[in-house]
């Protein structure tokens, strides 16, 4: 084991085992999270790392591929074993030069020691040009700027990228072995690099579809989500978080409300469906409505709110804002009827210190998961323990 660690440094250097480090920590760090710490700062810190550990494989992949072949240790071995008469097929002189290229230089030598009465007369044709032709052009001059200013040949690395040779040297069963570790090091990182990503879209999307955890909310919601992660329907909480905090939010992911309120949280008309910081026009409608005396067709409001079209902040004393909740429980019963489901949930906040009347919660306990809308008590707590103990989640 420790010969091997020692082989890998000395291909690999500082860089190269700094990125066998990192993606293995990367990958450790994407284990824990799936077995037992599903934490957001896991999922960070492994991404993190394992593109860190890719541009060291990166950087490294450059260094082994400017290695130089040292060809001496198989010119000796080639050598030693010419002189104990078993010559391989192709023996290498000490210039590095194979049979064939001794003999084709032994010709050459020979044609230029004979006569000009010995040398065969040949005639250069266009079919048949003289062996020697190019030497009747004289000595050819070198441009200037040409010569190449590098103290070593230029190969290519594994990317393809033209590289500069460095003086470092190893046999050739070594470079073979390097480039081996260095395909399968950067095969690993990119892949670790892949799954990291991939643990944070997983986790990105299980808080996306929490109550109130998720970061950095787009407008994705939609029934593909919620299919793969699930979601509350039914949540009390109290104080937890402000109901104006937790709508703007869900807007965000692309969501609607209906609010019941004592007043109004935003004198804006428009919620911005997308963050702050990024420009963009995109916006949901609010509207606010009086419970007292309501002037149109609660149907509307509903329809509305359904299709994602406006959201609503319903204004009033709590039992004129009863009613109108007792009017959308027999609406979304209607609907449970047909197994219609809204595409984007609708929250349902109610933020009033009255409590809602128990007939009308066991309906909406009843009907929100099957037509996708989720109802919110921000105030007011059941008076039934066991109807309170439905609630699918409860925050003191």
């Known amino acids: 084991m420790t010969m091997a660690l020692e ?31 599903r934490r957001t700062s896991l999922g960070l810190a492994a991404l993190v790392l394992a593109g860190a550990a890719l541009v060291a494989a990166t950087v490294n992949s450059y260094h082994i591929s400017a290695i130089r072949t040292d060809f001496k240790p198989e ?13 391989p097929q192709q023996q290498l002189s000490d210039s590095g030069l194979s049979e064939q290229a001794q003999q084709a230089k032994r010709v050459e030598a020979a044609d230029k020691e004979q006569t000009p009465d010995q040398a065969p ?6 079919d048949n040009p003289s062996l020697h032709a190019y030497r009747q052009a004289g000595k050819v001059q070198r441009t200037e700027g040409k010569a190449s200013k590098n103290k070593f040949p230029i190969r290519a690395d594994n990317n393809g990228q033209p590289v500069a040779r460095t003086s470092r040297a190893m046999s050739m069963r070594d470079v073979a072995h ?13 892949w670790t690099v892949v799954l990291a990503a991939g643990l944070m879209v997983v986790d990105y999307f299980r808080r996306f579809n929490s109550t109130f955890d998720c970061y950095l909310p787009l407008p994705l919601s939609g029934r593909l989500v919620d299919a793969f992660f699930s979601k509350s329907h039914s949540v009390r909480h109290a104080g937890r978080r402000p109901p104006r905090e937790f709508l703007e939010q869900a807007v965000r992911k692309g969501e609607t409300f209906i609010l019941f309120a004592d007043r109004d949280p935003w004198r804006e008309r428009f919620l911005a469906r997308l963050p702050r910081y990024v420009p963009s026009g995109w916006s949901l409608e609010k509207v606010t409505l009086r419970a007292e ?60 210190p009255a409590e809602i009347p128990p007939a009308t919660l066991e309906r909406l306990l009843a009907t929100c998961r099957e037509t996708n809308f989720r109802l919110v008590v921000a105030r007011g707590t059941p008076v039934d323990a066991l109807l309170a103990a439905r609630f699918e989640e409860s925050h003191a």
Request: hydrophobic share 50%.
């Open 75 to 87: 010119v000796r071995a080639t050598k030693e074993q010419g002189q104990h008469g078993n010559p």
């Open 293 to 352: 005396g309501f002037p149109f067709d609660t149907a509307f409001l509903f329809e509305s709110a359904w299709f994602g079209r406006y959201g609503f902040v319903i204004v009033g004393e709590p039992p004129h804002c009863a009613q109108l909740l007792d009017s959308l429980a027999g609406f979304l019963e209607v609907r449970q009827v047909t197994r219609a489901a809204a595409h984007r949930t609708v929250n349902i906040v109610w933020d009033l």
């Open 178 to 190: 390097a480039n081996r570790l260095d395909r399968l090091n950067l095969f690993l990182a990119r």
């Open 7 to 37: 082989r890998l440094f000395d291909c690999f250097g500082l860089v190269g085992m700094a990125s066998v480090g990192g993606w293995l920590l990367a990958d450790v760090l994407v284990v824990a999270y799936a077995l037992r710490w």
């Open 121 to 126: 007369k040949q005639a250069a044709t266009p």
